[in-house]
């Protein structure tokens, strides 16, 4: 789907491997679009193009279980003047104004700019449940909430300079629910 013109799309990634891509490893994009992310493995280019590259993104409303996925070597290029930690980040799993119904569960994000990115513009953005994700080795933080409602569950965050990032720079408020067996 996408959101101009007004497309919806529906159905399945499962266990491909996603490679050699300019700009998103795979999108799901518009309010209506419904689609299972599972068992895939996005890996980003290195050394990194000059474009900031995501592995999965889910935005405009859309409805997306990531699921199981192994996303990684997600950097900006330093050759890049826009890219650093005042500009654009590549992202493993960018949320942005994902809609009701999403789920992030059993993901592997190694090597990213930020390992997992939701971002909400909305005054009331659904509750996006994270579990059992594994995040880790992100050059500037492993998991940024800005104007998003996560709550998470079992979920490790290793190895960045910054492990949570819970910001109030988005659209909305940031709230941000530790529900246990997080480390």
């Not at 990194?48 to 900031?52: E, N």
């Not at 699921?67 to 990684?72: E, I, R």
């Given at each position: 789907g996408a959101p101009n013109p007004s497309q919806v799309g529906s159905g399945a990634v499962l266990n491909s491997v996603i490679d050699d891509f300019q700009k998103n490893g795979i999108t799901v994009s518009n309010t209506g679009s419904n689609v299972?992310?599972?068992?895939?493995i996005v890996t980003g280019t290195l050394p990194?193009?000059?474009?900031?590259q995501n592995g999965i993104q889910v935005s405009s409303g859309a409805v997306a279980v990531v699921?199981?996925?192994?996303?990684?070597n997600l950097q900006c290029s330093p050759s890049n003047p826009n890219c650093g930690p005042n500009g654009s980040w590549s992202i493993g799993i960018l949320l942005v104004d994902a809609g009701s119904g999403t789920q992030v569960s059993g993901n592997q994000i190694r090597n990213a700019d930020a390992g997992l990115y939701a971002f909400g513009s909305m005054t009331s953005a659904p509750t996006i449940p994270l579990s059992a994700n594994e995040i880790a080795s992100s050059v500037y933080a492993n998991l940024v909430a800005e104007g998003a409602t996560l709550d998470m569950t079992d979920n490790t965050l290793t190895g960045a300079p910054v492990g949570l990032l819970a910001s109030g720079d988005g659209g909305g408020p940031t709230t941000v629910h530790l529900s246990g067996g997080n480390v």
């Open positions: 299972t992310v599972r068992g895939n990194a193009p000059v474009i900031a699921q199981s996925n192994t996303v990684s």
